[in-house]
């Protein structure tokens, strides 16, 4: 089984890396990036699916309910916790 907890605490880790700060200091990323990312293809299998878990417990936020490449990739997708 997937331990969504280790899953959503490295999707932390690379909307860190590939992400910016905003003036509020809060760090967000593009959909579009995230999934084009190599590390990020290699290390989830399921992005979506992290995404939205991550979501649920208030770790991320973004506009819609599922995100699909190409139609959403310029959603940004803002990280709620440090």
């Known amino acids: 089984t997937m331990n969504v907890e280790h ?6 880790e690379e909307i860190r890396r590939l992400g910016t700060k905003n003036a509020d200091g809060q760090v ?10 190599e590390k990020c ?3 989830f299998e399921a ?5 939205k878990a ?5 770790i991320v936020n973004y506009q ?7 139609v959403h990739d310029n959603v940004d997708i803002m990280l709620l916790q440090d």
């Open 64 to 70: 819609g309910e599922l995100l699909l490449q190409g």
């Open 28 to 37: 967000s990323v593009k959909f579009g990036v995230l999934f084009a990312d």
């Open 47 to 51: 992005l979506v699916g992290t995404l």
């Open 7 to 12: 899953e959503i605490s490295l999707l932390v």
């Open 54 to 58: 991550a979501k649920r417990r208030k």
């Open 41 to 43: 293809a290699n290390l």
